[in-house]
């Protein structure tokens, strides 16, 4: 009985962990990237007339963008392989299709 509760609640936390990570962490790497994009525009600008663009602010808002794209991709790719029977696997650096075992 002790061995299945361990079981549960390591799957419980695997489950809240990926939640979290997918759940709240998209949604805030992309406010993050629209922060920075307002840095990069020179976002104080309203407010002091001598703001200046930073340009590595918009790099990291373009890098933010693009996480966030490639992981809605993934999400995207990995329901519409499950639907054709296939899977999504990582053993490769890239993510790559292959039929299910």
């Known amino acids: 009985m002790g061995h299945n509760i361990t079981l ?3 799957a419980a936390w695997k489950v809240l962990a ?3 990570v997918l759940g709240a962490g998209l949604p805030t790497l992309f406010a993050f990237g629209i922060r920075t994009m307002a840095w990069g525009q020179g976002g104080s600008a309203e407010v002091d007339t001598a703001a200046s ?3 590595v602010g918009r790099i990291i808002g373009i890098l ?5 794209l490639l992981a809605i991709a993934l999400g995207i790719t990995y329901v519409v392989a499950y639907g054709f029977g296939k899977e999504l696997s990582f ?3 890239y993510p ?3 039929n299910k075992d």
Do not use: N, Y
């Open 8 to 10: 549960a609640f390591e």
């Open 18 to 20: 990926i939640g979290l």
């Open 91 to 93: 053993e490769h650096i």
């Open 96 to 98: 790559t299709i292959q």
């Open 53 to 55: 663009p930073h340009p």
């Open 64 to 68: 933010c963008f693009a996480l966030v």
